[in-house]
T-cell receptor, first 115, second 110 residues
């Protein structure tokens, strides 16, 4: 079964550094998402992306965050200047259709540790 | 503020037991309710519910939604150790902008 793949599985970075988290969504999916889960807390929505632009974003997704689909397969999340509180598991997800009509397929996540 | 509340937060049972996990919600815009199973990393999809009263089944798992009372339950019968996981309830409020509950950690002992 096709999978969403994320790299790296674990990233350690120093506060203030930029990080790029990478995702390859399922090939025939058109809608892409980033979620995060701080250790011991709920999974939280960050952003949705369709047709090369952001569809929705949460309050968490401030100016430090950006997303890009640089080619036909990759979907990236960039954090410009990381803070300690950005430490979390970041999940990429994709789906064929929007509007809650098809479920999200999640990748295995990238654990980001900011020191 | 949108809220999704799951109960219990954790549950320990023995193989063969039946469990019922609860999810209640208060959201401004309901599109669907989804259940996911999270073992080590990625949440994996179990059910999507959009209509009240229609039970969805997959093997030993089943789920139903009550849109009047704003809750859903997930039942697992004849539990196995492989069912041990965190079960997440999520409500889609806008095009897969989902509000997740805190999860129920289920431990099934042999």
């Amino acid at each position: 079964e096709p999978e969403v793949t994320q790299t790296p599985s674990h990233q350690v970075t120093q506060m203030g550094q930029e990080v790029i988290l990478r995702c390859v969504p399922i090939s025939n999916h058109l809608y892409f998402y980033w979620y995060r889960q701080i250790l011991g807390q709920k999974v939280e929505f960050l952003v949705s992306f369709y047709n090369n632009e952001i569809s929705e974003k949460s309050e968490i997704f401030d100016d430090q965050f950006s997303v890009e689909r640089p080619d036909g397969s990759n979907f990236t999340l960039k954090i410009r200047s990381t803070k300690l509180e950005d430490s979390a598991m970041y999940f990429c997800a994709s789906t064929k259709r929007a509007g809650g009509t098809s479920p999200l397929h999640f990748g295995n996540g990238t654990r980001l540790t900011v020191t | 503020e949108d809220k999704v509340v799951q109960s219990p937060l954790s549950l320990v049972v023995h193989e063969g037991d039946t469990v019922t996990l609860n999810c209640s919600y208060e959201v401004t815009n309901f599109r669907s309710l989804l259940w996911y199973k999270q073992e080590k990393k990625a949440p994996t999809f179990l059910f999507m519910l959009t209509s009240s009263g229609i039970e969805k089944k997959s093997g030993r798992l089943s789920s139903i939604l009550d849109k009047k009372e704003l809750f859903s339950i997930l039942n697992i019968t004849a539990t196995q150790t492989g069912d041990s996981a965190v079960y997440l309830c999520a409500v889609d409020v806008n095009n897969n902008d989902m509000r997740f509950g805190a999860g129920t950690r289920l431990t099934v002992k042999p």
